[in-house]
């Protein structure tokens, strides 16, 4: 009896140490050969569609979801005040041309309708975003990797995309730029107190923005969360 609990003792430390090594090893290698990271996104080219004139917005025919073309009208903005206001030049034709081209909403690109805030019957002006068209054929993916890692990483280095939405699913894409700039630079809340003279170092991270490839059939949106795996340089 004490024979087989020294056997089994001696079974479970040899399987235990096994693991711990394996366990190293899997760690040195993927440390070695990769750079990896879960706070990453699927991000894609985001066009606003505005008005170019002030008025009323008489039809608005777009709901999020929708297909549009470049150049396709999506709506009108009401043109009766605009030529009122411009009183005998309203008589020229090609004045009442002007405005009525410019009182026309086209989609600047080719995509899909991703979010819509407008409704026909409201007051719009320049520069107001009535809605957001991505083109979902031209995703990518941004991932923010701490700055100690990028020594590691080139442009053209090939990454392994995991998607969060699809755990059966990983893609391929390619390191395309790294970003110039931490993002804390951009934050609204400095990330050190100048004033007090304190200051906490803390490791930054970095936009890497890297392309797909192959994801034609699968249905990826903006803003998904991903997990990437860069194989790192060897330069």
Known sequence: MNVRRVVLLNVIAFIVIL?????????????????????????????????????????????????????????????????????????????????????????????????????????????????????????YVVANLNETTLRNIDVGDTVDVYIDAYPDLSLKGTVESIGLAANSFFSLIPPSDSASGTYTKVTQTVPVKISLSGYGGENLLPGMSVSVRIHRSTT
């Open 19 to 139: 693991a711990a090594l394996y366990g190293g090893y899997s760690y040195y290698y993927q440390s070695t050969h990769y750079v990896s990271t879960d706070n990453a996104t699927i991000e894609g080219q985001v066009v606003p569609l505005n008005v170019e004139i002030p008025g009323t917005l008489s039809d608005w025919n777009v709901s999020s979801g929708t297909t549009v073309t470049a150049g396709e009208v999506l709506g009108h903005v009401s043109t009766s005040a605009e030529l009122q206001q411009l009183g005998q030049a309203a008589s020229n034709p090609q004045v009442v041309k002007s405005v009525s081209n410019a009182a026309k909403i086209e989609s600047p690109i080719s995509g899909t309708v991703v979010n819509t805030t407008a409704t026909a019957g409201q007051l719009v002006a320049p520069g107001q975003s009535l809605g957001e068209v991505v083109d979902l054929s031209k995703l």
